[in-house]
């Protein structure tokens, strides 16, 4: 189940099934407080797209947080061609492979795998990983 104070697409709760995430919080920001909680949380004074949070598994707790700019998902679906829903559906599915403890900066492209599988069952765009290397 996603929590989150505000509509969201169906995909989303589907995606979050599909890798077994558990409970996850989805929060939505601007670009100046995404910018002010990675500044926060990472000592980057930049806004980026999409932060997650992990958090100590407690039974029936929350798994962890999904932070996404909706400004920078707003410019980047534009910019490549594809909904915002889209976007937001690939930001998600990043920021819950992080929760899910995958990284991509060390994991031998074991996340960037994932994420293609995510990515071909949905049948969503290039993901993060792909459009980053």
Known sequence: MIFCECEFD???????????????ELVFVNDDEMRKINRS???INKATDV???????????????????T?????VAS????SI???IALLFL?????????DHEIDGGQMRQKEKEVIEHFNLPDSLIIRNS
Do not use: K, N
């Open 71 to 75: 400004d920078t998902a707003s410019r």
């Open 94 to 102: 990043h920021g819950v492979l992080h929760i899910l403890g995958y």
């Open 85 to 87: 829903e889209c976007e």
């Open 10 to 24: 169906p995909l989303l709760e589907q995606i979050a099934d599909f890798l077994g995430a558990g409970d996850v």
């Open 41 to 43: 949380q990472r000592g």
């Open 51 to 69: 932060l997650s949070f992990p958090y100590e598994q407690v039974s029936g707790g929350l798994m962890g947080s999904v932070v996404i700019s």
């Open 79 to 82: 910019e490549l061609g594809h």
